[in-house]
């Protein structure tokens, strides 16, 4: 689940992380300038089938994300922790081990173990920046090599369908990232797919306690996921699942948002899609992120049963003047009835 206390928010997906957030482009085409020669931004889509319906996705992580740090103590009773000593930090990114890939939290188990304590060579990312440290494990009292790395390799969790490109099948929803429950990195997908969902419970949002969505995952793979970057989740479905109604709502840029009366497109415990009423405010237009609008709730049907906006609801469709213009990101920790929304131009363009 992303959370962004600082600005007492919440973002709205029931993330659960595992120990050890899809790129399938748009048929858009950039076209050059014949004035400066510079290619032009590709044009959006006409019309996209608006979502509002529940999904899951499961992933795997490029490479693996140190989280923390565990002290080892050796038989002899000293605690030492080769990877912290070596320079290692929360958030770095661990991408290959003596020049091997590493994919997982196991295979870097593995290694570490058939190291029989010779020093490991490990690339990593910070940042931007791809680095190489040298480390030797420790045989911890058990008679075990350790590094003392606390990792995560994987992810899966609960959001809310945004649109659905008709002809391509391309997918995006959340309208933002996911990112690591520890860190608050932004977990880079390697391999993801994206299942049903069916919601069978709700937790009441109330001030300074942010309600969610529940729900199970259904066992068949209905598409894959290839990207998750700061405006959303991205993939592409195998076919269009059989709940979806095929309806298109025409696409509506940043200048068409505007302050009034919108409404979004969810579905909640009861199984079935509905639309409720919400007003836009403080539209921001130059915004690239995953805040560009005030949303509040105003359906008495929505505020009774949830209390406004949950975790969960992370990409609903916001609809304003009969356009699908963007999409429901966060909470207001301290008024669940307000929150934040993206718009859809925003998504699409990161989606490629």
């Known amino acids: ?6 600005a007492r928010l919440s973002a709205l997906l029931a993330l659960v992380l595992l120990f050890g957030g899809v790129l399938c ?15 032009a931004a590709p044009a ?6 608006p979502g509002g319906y529940p999904f899951g996705v499961n992933f795997t992580t490029q490479g693996v994300l140190v989280v923390g740090f565990r002290d080892i103590t050796t038989a002899d009773g000293k605690t030492v922790n080769p990877a912290n000593e070596a320079g ?9 081990l003596n020049g ?4 997982s939290a196991r295979a870097l ?9 010779a020093p490991l060579t490990l690339t990593y990312h910070r940042g931007e920046q791809q680095q190489r440290v040298t480390l030797t494990p420790v045989m911890d009292s058990g008679g075990s090599w350790r590094t003392g790395l606390y990792v995560r390799d994987s992810g899966a969790g609960i959001g809310t369908l945004t649109y659905i490109d008709p002809t391509t099948l391309a997918f995006g929803g959340l309208g933002h990232g996911i990112c690591d429950v520890d860190t608050g990195e932004l977990m880079p997908v390697k391999n993801g797919n994206v299942v049903g969902v069916t919601v069978n ?12 969505l529940r729900g199970y995952f259904h066992a068949e793979k209905l598409g894959s996921l290839r990207k998750n970057c700061m405006c959303g989740v991205f993939g592409v479905y195998s076919q269009l699942p059989s709940a979806i109604k095929q309806e298109t709502l025409p696409v509506g840029g940043r200048e068409a948002v505007h302050a009034g009366e919108a409404h979004i497109l969810c579905t909640l415990s009861g199984g079935e899609r509905r639309s409720y009423a919400v007003t836009i405010s403080a539209v921001d237009r130059a915004a690239q992120d995953s805040k560009c609008f ?4 105003t359906d008495p049907a929505l505020l009774e049963e949830t209390g406004g906006i949950v975790q969960g609801m992370s990409g609903s469709p916001v609809i304003q003047d009969g356009k699908l213009v963007g999409a429901v990101t966060h909470v207001l920790i301290n008024d669940p009835a307000r929150g934040y929304g993206i718009f859809i131009e925003n998504m699409l363009r990161a989606a490629g």
Not at 44 to 49: E, K, R, V, W, Y
């Open 109 to 117: 188990a593995d290694c570490i173990a058939a190291s029989e304590g």
């Open 25 to 39: 482009p748009l048929r858009t085409v950039a076209v050059s300038d014949p004035a400066s020669g510079a290619a």
């Open 201 to 212: 419970a709700i937790k009441r949002g109330l001030a300074g306690n942010p309600g969610e």
């Open 44 to 49: 959006l889509p006409t019309a996209l089938i």
């Open 100 to 103: 091997v890939e590493i994919d």
């Open 294 to 297: 005030a949303i509040r709730v």
């Open 88 to 96: 290692l930090k929360v958030k770095d990114r661990i991408v290959s």
């Open 1 to 6: 689940m992303k959370r962004t206390i600082r």
